[in-house]
């Protein structure tokens, strides 16, 4: 079955169909990842988001479920070259393909790829529509693409209840004694950032971004995580509120990604959208302590305006090498330290997984 993506500046794309055969209209990003489709595919950052991979090939390791992000896919709708027909890996448990038919989420093969990324990285993150109907009408469609907005997908993606994690979960080893008590606000965290925690002697416990900053302190912690998440962070003015709390407890406080945005909305930064944002597992960062360059995965659409970083508050720790972006905050008055990167990064690259290391050692008041 054909299937189109048909973008909001009206070109189209006719490609074959996989997965589901429901009509999507999404926002349309690329990644540049050669491996970790599947933890792609189940980041909750994702959400509201179609997936463009521009490596050819996707699909030859198959799936397979511990390698999941979430217990489930967020993404809206996933564009590829070519979907690898066969498989070779021996924990393979399905194919990608039987994947997005469960999880519900169209998909398109046949599609140049590397044409589609030009038009993204020339024109900027674009609307757009995945279907199969071929008598669509361009001039609706394109009406109806240009109107969609990335809204409500905190929400979406946060837990839906408080839950505790110990060592020996999301096989971790349950011989690593508990140090630690760790509090991450969900705003749409991976697994592996919980794990990271884990496997170095933290108990942690995870609540959903509605949770008022009150309760997270009410029980004698160590640190506070804020994760990962999708969407615009100016969206989220409820979250920002009770993560000001948070920052004036003076509690310990390692955020990630949105979490990252979050903060410095909170301390009084500002954000604005990126042209095309950066996704994928190659984008290299420097720490202008050490001079030190950490090759790092990346997920994200805004970022932290540098001129509105107040100097008094906080310095910039990381810059991206690519475009001299902010990547990290250490915060002058309070123990918070942030990064645009994921230093959890599944499946890689772990260049950055050290800054966990620093977290515990805040934690322990070494550093």
């Known amino acids: 079955m ?192 919980i794990r990271s925690l884990l496997t170095r002697g933290c108990k942690v416990t995870v609540y959903p971004a509605a949770t008022k900053a009150e309760e997270i302190l009410q029980k004698p912690l160590d640190g506070i995580m804020i994760t990962n998440g999708p969407g615009d962070p100016k969206d989220c003015p409820e979250v920002i509120k009770e993560i000001q709390q948070l920052y004036e407890s003076d509690v310990p406080i390692f955020a990630i990604c949105l979490g990252h945005q979050l903060m410095a909305l909170a301390a009084g930064f500002d954000t604005e959208k990126m042209k095309y944002g950066h996704r994928g597992a190659n984008h290299p960062v420097k720490d202008l302590d050490s001079g030190k360059v950490y090759i790092s995965s990346q997920n994200h659409g805004y970022m932290v305006k540098e001129d ?23 915060y002058k008055s309070h123990p918070v330290v942030t990064v645009q990167f994921h230093p959890e990064a599944c499946a890689g690259p772990k260049d950055s997984e050290t800054l966990f290391d620093e977290f515990i050692k805040m934690m322990d008041k070494e550093v």
Do not use: W
């Open 2 to 193: 054909n299937a189109y993506l048909i973008l909001e500046d009206g070109t189209v794309f006719t490609g074959n169909s996989v997965g589901s055969s429901r009509e999507v209209i999404t926002e349309i990003v690329f990644n540049t990842s050669m491996t970790g489709y599947l933890e792609v595919l189940t980041d909750p950052s994702y959400a509201g988001q179609a997936v463009v991979m521009t490596y050819p090939l996707i699909g030859n390791y198959g799936i397979c479920r511990k390698d999941m992000e979430s217990r489930f896919s967020h993404v809206d709708g996933f564009i590829v070259r070519e979907l690898a027909r066969l498989s070779s890996n021996f924990r393979e448990e399905q194919s990608i393909g039987e994947f997005l038919i469960e999880q519900n989420i169209p998909g398109i093969t046949g599609v140049d790829t590397r044409a589609l990324t030009k038009i993204l990285r020339n024109k900027g993150t674009m609307n757009g529509m995945i279907t199969t109907n071929s008598h669509y009408n361009l001039e609706e469609a394109v009406a109806k693409i240009k109107e969609y907005k990335v809204r409500g997908v905190v929400s979406k993606v946060t837990s839906k209840e408080v839950t505790t994690y110990a060592p020996g979960d999301l096989d971790t080893d349950s011989s690593v004694p508990v140090q630690r008590e760790v509090a991450i606000l969900d705003v749409g965290t991976k697994y592996n950032i």
């Open 308 to 330: 509105s970083v107040d100097p008094n508050l906080a310095k910039v720790s990381f810059i991206n090498v690519n475009d001299k972006t902010v990547e990290g905050l250490r």
